[in-house]
């Protein structure tokens, strides 16, 4: 993937880096920290026009910044200021989240109908006949219930949902709490010795996944029953 640009702009100054694309999403997302850096510029130069060729003063930097850190201002631009993404690789990221919110549907929901999953290839079809656009930048899950409300007039269609009761030893609590912050619960209680007990609702196909991370934060100790209706 060829260098581009990174962009941030502080009042009203700009300030651009070329940097390596696929090192420097990884920094944005999280993957990659500071000491990676020197591996994702291309130049320790900073623009305040790259195309026309014009440097940023240290005066300038220093006073947008605080420092004149090469690593650290770097950082702060990739992060927090855009990258100028080649068209190829917005439309290859584009189709790989359409893929992710149409396998998410495919596994997830079904015809309330008749109670029958629908295929990805029928998924594919509504979405394109109801004109769904599909925001990249959004989480593929955020997305595919985003999707689901806007096809509802093509596609009679609802997410199919199961309901868990799970109880977590008290030594694995803290380890396994924060896997409930994006998770539908219903109850939460505490039992007389220490273990937490939870009511929650997830769509059908996220179950498996949901029990392989919950048994590999409470090393399997976790007890969990399906709620039947």
């Known amino acids: ?11 009203n100054k700009v300030f651009e880096i070329l940097v390596d694309c696929d090192k420097s999403l990884d920094l944005k997302k999280g993957k990659l920290d500071q000491k990676a850096i020197p591996n994702i510029l291309a ?16 005066s300038e930097i220093k006073e947008s910044f605080g420092t004149e850190n090469i690593n650290e201002v770097a950082e702060r631009i990739i992060k927090y200021g855009e990258l ?5 690789y917005r439309e290859k990221m584009r189709a790989m989240k359409i893929k992710q919110v149409i396998d998410f549907l495919a596994k997830n929901c079904m015809d309330p109908r008749t109670n029958m999953p629908y295929t990805p290839t029928m998924i594919e079809t509504a979405i394109k006949e ?29 997410i199919a949902k199961k309901r868990l009761s799970v109880t977590i030893p008290p030594e694995y609590v803290g380890r396994a709490y924060t896997l409930f912050q994006n998770i539908d619960k219903e109850k939460e209680e505490w039992l007389n010795d220490g273990s937490m007990k939870c009511i929650v609702t997830l769509p059908a196909g996220m179950q498996l996944e949901f029990f392989d991370k919950l048994n590999g934060l409470t090393k399997g ?3 969990t029953q399906e709620i039947k209706e």
């Open 1 to 11: 993937m060829p260098n581009i640009i990174a962009r941030l702009r502080i009042k």
């Open 43 to 58: 130049t320790d130069v900073i623009f305040t026009d790259h195309k026309k060729g014009l440097k940023a003063s240290g």
């Open 84 to 88: 100028e993404l080649p068209q190829e």
């Open 130 to 158: 109801a004109g769904v656009k599909i925001d990249e930048n959004r989480d593929p899950h955020e997305q595919a219930l985003l999707v689901i409300k806007q096809l509802e007039s093509k596609l009679p269609i609802k």
């Open 221 to 223: 100790s976790a007890l």
